[in-house]
């Protein structure tokens, strides 16, 4: 199988620029015949309501999905099988560190800006031992390289780090690098569509991807990438929920039905958008000329309708 997904968390309603995201995550995944999948990311910020609000949402502007949504939170045995195999293979370390022990090792000259320093790679059993007593230990991923290449539709050839990064956290969560890595994995995910806000993750995520297939499917596709343009505030910030009236829910009040909305929405990214029809219908249309090359390479700035 090879399928496209959207992942939102579920840390509060939609914004138009989630939105966005998740149109062109189904139009990249519909025109390249891919199936499209749902994953609800609930191990970290997940607001009561809000997955199913969210959900609701997708559906209003006329997505359509393959699957039951997949929802994080109920695949813990999924997450603790992978890391008693990643450890097994001696491919995890414990790591005892603060917030404040890599801010301090990474600004040493040398240090890989961005990176984990490697404090703790190199511990014996014994320094273990007493560091155990003080505070529990994340789990990192021993890593064999310092950066890698990806190749993005959107950004082309991509070289970023690749560091030992958490895998599990010290509360005992998995952290996101590794969940979404896996469940893209186990779900048959080839295409990552995403803000390129998360560009950077993508080296990581890719190595581990590569470290993980041999566990699950021999034959697991290659990820291929697509990172596309934030919307933005009119401060240029990312935009937010804080920035006024920016959800379905809110334009509806504004007067601007969930119509309008993916009009506007598909016209941002160069294609057609008709506020006269349904919004699956709209969809159908874009996704009939849709071309990943002419979409928009800068941020969408939005100030209001
Ligand atoms: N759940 C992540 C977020 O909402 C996105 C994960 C992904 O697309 O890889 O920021």
Known sequence: MSAGRYAP????ELHIGNLRTAIL???FARSTHRSFLLRVEDLDRARAGSEEQQIADLARIGLTWDEEPLRQTDRGDVYRDAITTLTARGLLYECFCTRRDIAEAS???HAAPGAYPGTCRNLSESERVIKRRERPAALRLHSSVTELSVTD????TYVGIVDDFVVLRNDGVPAYNFATVLDDLLQGIDQVVRGDDLLSSAPRQSYLHSLLAPDYDAAAPALTYAHVPLVLNSREQRLAKRDGAVT????ELLGFGTSEVVARLLQSVNLPGDPGREPSAQLQAALRVFDPDVL??????????
């Open 9 to 12: 968390s579920p840390s509060g």
């Open 25 to 27: 995550a189904w139009l």
């Open 107 to 109: 600004s040493a000259p």
């Open 153 to 156: 539709q959107i950004h082309g």
């Open 248 to 251: 379905l829910a809110d334009l």
């Open 296 to 305: 928009p390479r800068e941020p969408w700035v939005f100030t209001e309708f």
